[in-house]
């Protein structure tokens, strides 16, 4: 049984279930999630150059993430729909260490947190960088999609190695 002012995703009968959250104050609440995409050298670097054959990296993965921010309560069964006051996805590219570090960013003034948002605006933006390269290259990996940090509700986080 769960404690008072405890949330609990778990009905009386174990069943999942969306959280209550009307009689939690709404604060302004941020969060920045991370995700990187490895690939050789080379291929990191017409990412760069804007020159796959699949066209503008950058852009397109920067759209692809703030579109999917703006969907996750579809995507994710137990997600709230939030009313998304920003979201942004910024990416860096590394060709000498074959690497494409994707940051999702997201923000709202709500009775529940944007984690789930940003990381979705993370880890899309990264799906989108590995489809439009794979006809460059297929052993491209996505990894270390996680939360970088967040702040309002009830504790600000922040993860000690987090990336800029």
Do not use: N
């Amino acid at each position: 049984m769960q404690s008072p002012g405890e949330l609990s995703h778990l009905d009386d009968a174990g069943r999942a279930r969306m959280v209550d959250v009307g009689t939690k104050p709404a604060t302004d609440r941020r969060a920045v999630a991370r995700a990187v995409v490895s690939m050789s050298e080379a291929t990191a670097a017409a990412v760069e150059r804007g020159d796959a054959p699949k066209g503008d990296v950058i852009s397109t993965a920067r759209i692809a993430g703030i579109q999917a921010a703006k969907r996750t309560a579809d995507l994710v069964p137990l997600c709230h729909p939030l009313p998304l006051s920003f979201v942004d996805v910024s990416i860096e590219v590394l060709p000498e260490e074959g690497r494409v570090l994707v940051r999702g960013e997201a923000r709202t003034t709500a009775s529940t947190g944007v984690e789930m948002e940003a990381m979705t605006a993370a880890m899309v933006a990264a799906l989108c960088v590995y489809d439009m390269v794979k006809g460059l290259e297929r052993g491209v990996t996505v990894a270390e999609v996680a939360l970088v940090e967040k702040t309002g509700g009830r504790e600000d986080w922040r993860r000690p190695e987090a990336l800029s």
